[in-house]
């Protein structure tokens, strides 16, 4: 067993030692009332199959998912309290077949919240998807990466059955389309969390176009090496998802600088910003977040009556990427960071990620500048 703060087998155990009170104090074990069977008599837990459904959930959220599908063949009643209780199950584990073991035990958990089915080597089926969109209708999790099998039936199959999904993985899932994941966006609207990485077919600008349109709950998208991905899309995402927070777009070959003030500007909650291998970024770009972070403070002390309503330095941006944007120069990178303390250049704590830009390794966070400073000022021994 597997405990979320390090309980171990024997704890259960002694656990619940203390909870067999066996009635009666001659017969011995069970059978000291004269009823066998290990049943209940008078409130007394006498076997694990007595264990009342709240401790027995409790017990199963301490253990991995293959233990849970085994308890659930103990008896008809732990079958019945596992399959109707339970709201989290993961797959990942089943390295062979696990399309069968999905088809026949997922249905069965209708009441489940959370759903992960990542695979190192594609194994689901349509046929599969949509058997578990059809049962599972307060999925909000869902994680398919992938799954290179699956085709436009699965997110069509999701768009109906599944529409309370907050958080959807289907990253390397390359065969769906962008007609698809648009339409899924239609039915989907509570998204908050969506991996595209690789869905290099699905990640159009006319799928993020449809995103932005209906999912305006967007905080985390990432694009990443979606090499269809262009200026439309993405600014149609920071005008319809203002809240957005996270967004990869490593090697989105296509994107400019349009991409990028878009985000800074209609995005006030941005937090990370991936432009790996984002060779059209410019100064320009860098200026613009610059300049965002000084347009929020205006903005906050003209609310707050100037009274510190800017927020703090935590604020903005805390993960910036723009390793091989190799048109960037020191100054305009250098504002950026002097905008924003949380992201750092310094040994260890490094937020401001510029591999392969040899032109920029004279930009430093503020604590680098003063670690430098503290040696230089500190008085050599000689004197």
């Given amino acids: 067993m597997v405990g979320k703060e390090n309980l171990r087998t024997e704890d259960l155990n002694l ?3 203390k909870l067999m009170m066996v009635a009666g104090g001659g017969g011995g074990g069970c059978g000291g009332g004269g009823e066998k069977g290990g049943k209940m008599k008078a409130g007394v837990i006498t076997e694990w199959k007595d264990i009342p459904v709240e401790l027995l959930m409790q017990i199963l959220s301490l253990v991995d998912d293959q233990t849970v599908i085994t308890a659930s063949a103990v008896c008809r009643g732990w079958r019945d309290a596992i399959y109707f209780g339970l709201a989290r199950l993961s797959l ?5 077949n696990m399309n069968n073991l999905a088809l026949s ?5 209708t009441k489940l919240q959370t759903l992960i089915l990542r695979q190192d080597k594609p194994q689901l089926e349509d046929y599969t ?3 578990i969109a059809n049962c599972c209708h307060d999925l909000q999790i869902l994680d398919l990466s992938k799954s290179f099998k699956l085709t436009d039936r699965s997110l069509y199959a999701i768009a109906h059955g599944c529409p309370d999904l907050t958080k959807l993985n289907i990253s390397g899932c390359s065969s769906f389309s962008d007609n698809a994941l648009a339409y899924l966006a239609g039915f989907c609207r509570k998204l908050k969390v969506l991996n595209l990485c690789g869905c290099v077919r699905a990640a159009t600008d006319t799928a993020l176009q449809a995103i932005g349109h209906y999912c305006n709950q967007l905080q985390s998208l990432n ?4 090499e269809n991905v262009g200026d439309v899309g993405v600014m149609s995402l920071a005008y319809g998802c203002p809240d957005l927070r996270i967004v990869d777009l490593c090697g989105c070959v296509l994107i400019t600088d349009d991409s990028v003030i878009a985000l800074a500007s209609r995005c006030p909650r941005l937090r990370s910003l991936g432009l790996y291998y984002c060779k059209n970024i410019t100064d320009r770009a860098m200026y613009s977040l610059a300049q965002s972070k000084v347009n929020k403070r205006m903005w906050g002390s003209v609310k707050g009556g100037g009274g510190g309503g800017g927020g703090n330095d935590d604020d903005g941006l805390r993960t910036l990427n723009i390793s091989q944007c190799t ?7 250098q504002a950026v960071c002097d905008s924003f303390p949380s992201l750092h250049t310094c040994s260890g704590r490094h937020s401001l990620i510029m591999s392969g830009c040899l032109n920029l390794t004279s930009v430093h966070c503020a604590c680098a500048v003063h670690s430098h400073r503290a040696i230089n000022n500190f008085p050599h021994p000689a004197h």
Wanted: charge should be neutral; proline fraction near 7%.
């Fill in 129 to 131: 998807v949509e058997t």
């Fill in 223 to 226: 694009l990443g090496w979606c």
């Fill in 327 to 333: 048109a960037l120069t020191p100054s305009a990178v």
């Fill in 92 to 96: 990942s584990w089943c390295s062979k």
């Fill in 15 to 17: 656990c619940f030692e």
């Fill in 105 to 109: 035990l997922v249905p069965k958990f």
